[in-house]
């Protein structure tokens, strides 16, 4: 297998992972969960339609991703997403650990730097298009 194919794979195996775990947020945000995202971005002191980027960032760019179609801004979208979920629902974890021992937005983090990796790097030779 050569370097380019090798590299085509770990794209695809980032995109996948990144967009399907993602979607599966924005799924359960889809079942019940808007009304308390509609609260929590007005109580921020947001306007209202700003948890429609939810849906975006947590439904259509997971989609955009996967696929492969304009994955890299799919990815931006996503990223944009977490930085907002960090700002909104993560702020007093920042300096605390969860019950593992591991940093309290370890995950969010990791979202949010393969998603920043997936727009950098683009989606590989395995997509709809390569943008």
Not at 25 to 38: N, R, T, V
Not at 63 to 71: A, D, K, N, P, R
Not at 81 to 107: C, K, S
Request: aromatic fraction near 12%.
């Amino acid at each position: 297998m050569n370097g380019s194919t090798q590299q085509d794979i770990g794209k695809l195996i980032l995109r996948i992972s990144l967009g399907v775990l993602v979607f599966l947020h924005g799924i359960s945000k889809l079942d019940g969960g808007l009304p308390g995202i509609f609260q929590l971005v007005e109580t921020q002191g947001f306007p209202a339609f700003f948890a429609y980027g939810v849906i975006i960032g947590e439904v259509v760019a997971p989609l955009l991703v996967i696929t492969g179609f304009f994955s890299r801004i799919g990815g931006i979208l996503i990223a944009i997403n977490m930085v907002f979920a960090l700002y909104l629902v993560h702020q007093g974890d920042f300096g605390r650990l969860n019950e593992q021992g591991g940093w309290a937005i370890e995950l969010q983090l990791m979202y949010l730097c393969t998603a920043v990796a997936i727009a950098l790097l683009g989606p590989g030779r395995w997509a709809f298009n390569q943008r």
